[in-house]
């Protein structure tokens, strides 16, 4: 059963660029036909998706924050990546990776991630 | 971008009882790419139906889905102590590629 585990910095100052690694186990990030995605959830509220990057690199961004989002695959490391430029105090959430066809069927277990001085 | 709005807010039950929860799309989900999750805290969201009424690996069948179009729900027959958390609704079309979206939540409490 594949497993997934976010990872990187915990805390981000303003105006830098949020970076965090998405740890594929138990199966190749390169086989099958799945789409790969960040989710965010700040506290106490809702889900936002942020993208998504598909097994043949095709990526696809949330309109909101399509301008600062970079998500890309290291195949030879089975991870992906998030990269979120220019944040605030409004990007501290909790970032998800998570697997599926669409819907997400594998999560990970969340990462906090606080942008702060 | 379609937008999901789930109602109610706020649903407060007892145990053994039904609860039905609602999601409304902005525009028509195409082929039914509808899922819901629910979530308890701490803890990452956890797949319950996709396709608007298919259930995941391992869901009880008290979990069911249904609808289409722009008008879905998710009925939980009889309320488990461990059904209490918040559900999430997501619609996931992608030809044409488009944005993924989540429902803002609907927390399933203990009255």
């Known amino acids: 059963q594949v497993q997934l585990q976010e990872s990187g910095p915990g805390l981000v100052k303003p105006s830098q660029t949020l970076s965090l690694t998405c740890t594929v186990s138990?199966?190749?990030?390169?086989?099958?036909?799945?789409?790969w995605s960040w989710i965010r959830q700040p506290a106490g509220k809702g889900l936002e998706w942020i993208g998504r990057?598909?097994?043949?690199?095709?990526?696809n961004y949330n309109p909101s924050l399509k301008s600062r989002v970079t998500i890309s695959v290291d195949t030879s490391k089975n991870q992906f990546s998030l990269k979120l430029s220019s944040v605030t105090a409004a990007d501290t959430a909790v970032y998800y990776c998570?697997?599926?066809?669409?819907?997400?069927?594998?999560w990970g277990q969340g990462t906090l991630v606080t942008v702060s001085s | 971008e379609i937008v999901l709005t789930q109602s109610p807010g706020t649903l407060s039950l007892s145990p053994g009882e039904r609860a039905t929860l609602s999601c409304r799309a902005s525009?028509?989900?195409?082929?039914?790419?509808l899922a819901w999750y629910q979530q308890k805290p701490g803890q990452a969201p956890r797949l319950l139906i996709y396709?608007?009424?298919s259930r995941a690996t391992g869901i009880p069948d008290r979990f069911s889905g249904s609808g289409s179009g722009t008008d879905f729900t998710l009925t939980i027959s009889r309320l488990e102590p461990e059904d209490f958390a918040v559900y999430y609704c997501?619609?996931?079309?992608?030809?044409?590629?488009?944005?993924?979206?989540f429902g803002q939540g609907t927390k399933v409490e203990i009255k």
């Open positions: 998570a697997r599926g066809v669409g819907y997400c069927s594998s």
């Open positions: 138990g199966g190749s990030i390169s086989s099958g036909s799945y789409y």
């Open positions: 990057i598909y097994t043949s690199g095709s990526t």
């Open positions: 525009q028509s989900v195409s082929s039914s790419y």
């Open positions: 396709g608007a009424s």
């Open positions: 997501q619609q996931y079309g992608s030809s044409p590629p488009r944005p993924w979206t």
